[in-house]
């Protein structure tokens, strides 16, 4: 199967650049040099993952984003320059998958990439057909369907909110560092004081828990990590 990667960013000659590590990878790369065109791409060419630049004119990073996210959960990577700390939590709380910080080397870039397409499609691809289902407490999850039910209703997930709440249920009661839920959900080097995880971790509790403020199933054990509690307390 031959993958789609849409990727967006005006500075048309990292493009070019990126098309040709992807092509080696048996990867097609559709390239926008704004938003609008990668909105028009998106919808016609149903691409399998999607890189967005942030500082694009017209419709930005962003907002482009946004847009994708109300129609699809397609795996996404945001391309940050340097020092744009705002945007990279921004990009996650609106359902990024991932970020890359920009001056990038192209390896790195066809690597996280080519992670997301194993993690959402060919584990996906390659499996039994076997659902597995973790239960903690009315939550519900659902390996296989990759579905998770709440008091029996569903809840929306990005792909990495549902790899971060897989490994915490599957560890019940046990505290997991960043570091470990990082080598879960991403590929890559982990960088410690880094935020993504935090970040990530309270979108998940905005939708699991009955009140985020005052979590009763997702703690976080200060100066260590986090866990899935095993009953009320």
Known sequence: MEYKVLAADDETELLDTLELYFEREGIQLLKADNGMTAMDLFRTENPHLVLLDIMMPGLDGISVLRKIRAESKVPTI????????????LGLELGADDYITKPYNPMEVVARVKAQIRRNYDYKDNASGSDTELKCFDLVLNSGAGTVTKGGQNVELTKTEFRLLEILMKNQGR????QQLFDYAWDGEYIAGDNTIMVHISNLRNKIEDNSKEPRILKTIKGLGYKIEREWI
């Open 175 to 178: 505290i997991l560092t960043k």
């Open 78 to 89: 945001m391309m940050t320059a340097k020092g744009e700390d705002y945007d990279k939590i």
